[in-house]
């Protein structure tokens, strides 16, 4: 079946370390994106990409880093500059990231990681 | 800047009702209006998506009407059951400017309980 796979469901990370979050996608889909959930908050782009080799930093960038070598992969970085890193995580992908003349697609999300820092 | 707001944060109401859950937003210069269901823990799930250009979409028990100009958008759940308890966000696609262009914007979530 067609998804967006995100691992580990359940990760710690103790003070001073770097964790990566994996997002997969087979959904042939060109952008994707990443968001951090805080409890009874909405939804905050972190980075996203629109095509392999490139991304743009979201509204909450500091911190994290991310990387697209691969269409169907977009792995996050939560480095040790994040100072408030415990949150749930969200994986996203569209077929493409609007432009003018396009209007947009369905987004869809993966299962989502939570982080805990301990 | 582009803010999306749902009313209430919370609602309970018995199994059978029909019930309307509304957003709002600030900066009608907007691609399109996305309804999403999550689940507790879970990951976000597609229930319709509005083009600006159109005034409402219809899934099953539900119905989702924009109206762009005032900023206002509401999702209708017909005869409500205990599996559609779960909290349901709206975003908005966001015209805006150079790197913001195209991106969501999220409102906080209306959180549904339906008992039987």
């Known amino acids: 079946d067609g998804g967006i796979t995100q691992s580990p469901k359940y990760l710690f990370r103790k003070e001073g370390q770097n964790v990566t979050l994996s997002c997969e996608q087979n959904?042939?889909?060109?952008?994707m994106y990443w968001y951090r959930q805080d409890p009874g908050q909405g939804l905050r782009l972190i980075y996203y990409?629109?095509?392999?080799?490139?991304?743009q930093k979201g509204d909450i960038a500091e911190g994290y880093s991310v990387s697209r070598e691969k269409k169907e992969s977009f792995p996050l970085t939560v480095t040790s500059a994040q100072k408030n890193p415990t949150a749930f995580y969200l994986c996203?992908?569209?077929?493409?990231?609007?432009?003018?003349?396009?209007?947009?697609?369905?987004?869809?999300f993966g299962e989502g990681s939570w982080l805990t820092v301990v | 800047k582009q803010e999306v707001t749902q009313i209430p944060a919370a609602l309970s109401v018995p199994e059978g009702e029909n019930l309307v859950l509304n957003c709002s937003f600030t900066?009608?210069?907007?691609?399109?209006l996305q309804w999403f269901r999550q689940d507790p823990g879970k990951g976000l799930t597609s229930l319709l998506l509005?083009?600006?250009?159109?005034r409402e979409q219809t899934s099953g028990r539900l119905n989702a009407s924009l109206d762009k100009s005032s900023g206002r958008s509401t999702l209708y759940i017909a005869a409500s059951q205990p599996g559609d308890s779960a909290t349901y966000l709206c975003a908005v696609r966001n015209r805006g400017y150079g790197g913001s262009q195209g991106n969501l914007i999220f409102g906080k979530g209306t959180k549904l309980s339906v008992k039987p």
């Open positions: 990409s629109q095509i392999v080799n490139d991304f």
């Open positions: 959904l042939n889909h060109d952008a």
């Open positions: 509005i083009q600006s250009s159109q």
């Open positions: 996203a992908s569209s077929i493409q990231k609007v432009s003018r003349r396009e209007s947009g697609n369905t987004i869809y």
């Open positions: 900066d009608s210069a907007i691609y399109n």
